[in-house]
Nanobody, 122 residues
Framework: QLQASGGGLVQAGDSLRISCAASGRTFSLSGVGWFRQAPGKEREFVAGSRWWSDTTYYADSVKGRFSISRDNAKNTVYLQMNSLKPEDTAVYYC?????????????????WGQGTEVTVSS
C-alpha cells in the first residue's frame, strides 16, 4: 500500500516536499514514481525512480525543479518541488510497481496511492 502526504497551498516560487510511505512487499519493488492530475486535464507522469538504485526520470516540465528520492530504510519516496508554478497545481499520486519504473500513463501499475493535493497560487 501507498500513503501520500505533504500537499498543501503554497505561493508561486515556493518549495514543497511531498512524501509517500510504502508498506507490504517493498523489498520486491522495482520502481516508484509520481504522477499528477490537474483539474480538467489528463493524468501525467512527473518523476520516476528505480527502488534499489539512483536512476531517475523526469518529465520535461519539471526537470531541474523537481527531485525524486527514496529512503529505503523508511520505505518512503519523496518528491521535492522547487520553484513551483501555478501550472503545477494538481493532485499528486505516488505509484509503485514490482517489475518496472512507472513512466507511462497508459500502463498498469501494481500500486497507486490515494493522492495529495498541491495548490500553487500566483
Amino acid at each position: 500500500q501507498l500513503q501520500a502526504s505533504g500537499g498543501g497551498l503554497v505561493q508561486a516560487g515556493d518549495s514543497l516536499r511531498i512524501s509517500c510511505a510504502a508498506s507490504g512487499r517493498t523489498f520486491s519493488l522495482s520502481g516508484v514514481g509520481w504522477f499528477r492530475q490537474a483539474p480538467g486535464k489528463e493524468r501525467e507522469f512527473v518523476a520516476g525512480s528505480r527502488w534499489w538504485s539512483d536512476t531517475t526520470y523526469y518529465a520535461d516540465s519539471v526537470k531541474g525543479r523537481f527531485s525524486i528520492s527514496r529512503d529505503n530504510a523508511k520505505n518512503t519516496v519523496y518528491l521535492q518541488m522547487n520553484s513551483l508554478k501555478p501550472e503545477d497545481t494538481a493532485v499528486y499520486y505516488c505509484v509503485a510497481d514490482f517489475t518496472k519504473v512507472p513512466l507511462g500513463t497508459t500502463e498498469h501499475y501494481d500500486y497507486w496511492g490515494q493522492g495529495t493535493e498541491v495548490t500553487v497560487s500566483s
